[in-house]
Nanobody
Framework: VLLVESGGGLVQPGGSLRLSCAASGFSFSNYAMRWYRQAPGKERELVATISSVGGSTDYADSVQGRFTISRDNAKKTVYLQMNSLTPEDTAVYYC????????WGQGTQVTVSS
């Protein structure tokens, strides 16, 4: 299992970012995917989950209505569209395969600051 996150950066409050996670080493279309985040000094937090075919999604209360998880099974990629960002969204964001919880990518840093 190989997961490579990208798309992070510095954004002003109220701005948007789209994260990507390219997956390989397993049958991507068969597995639900997740995005997590970890802020400095805090535990890793589950942000969003998407089913294997993308028909079902679930979000943490803190991002509900602002973030959207999606996937492209042909490209073996999962996305996280983040809108209306606040400084509290600052964290390293990771994707994860729900059935293989021990595998993590390097993450992508998101910093929300003016």
């Amino acid at each position: 299992v190989l997961l490579v996150e990208s798309g992070g950066g510095l954004v002003q409050p109220g701005g948007s970012l789209r994260l990507s996670c390219a997956a390989s080493g397993f049958s991507f279309s068969n597995y639900a995917m997740r995005w997590y985040r970890q802020a400095p000094g805090k535990e890793r937090e589950l942000v969003a989950t998407i089913s294997s075919v993308g028909g079902s999604t679930d979000y943490a209360d803190s991002v509900q209505g602002r973030f959207t998880i999606s996937r492209d099974n042909a490209k073996k990629t999962v996305y996280l569209q983040m809108n209306s960002l606040t400084p509290e969204d600052t964290a390293v964001y990771y994707c994860n395969v729900r059935s293989f919880p021990g595998y993590w990518g390097q993450g992508t840093q998101v910093t929300v600051s003016s």
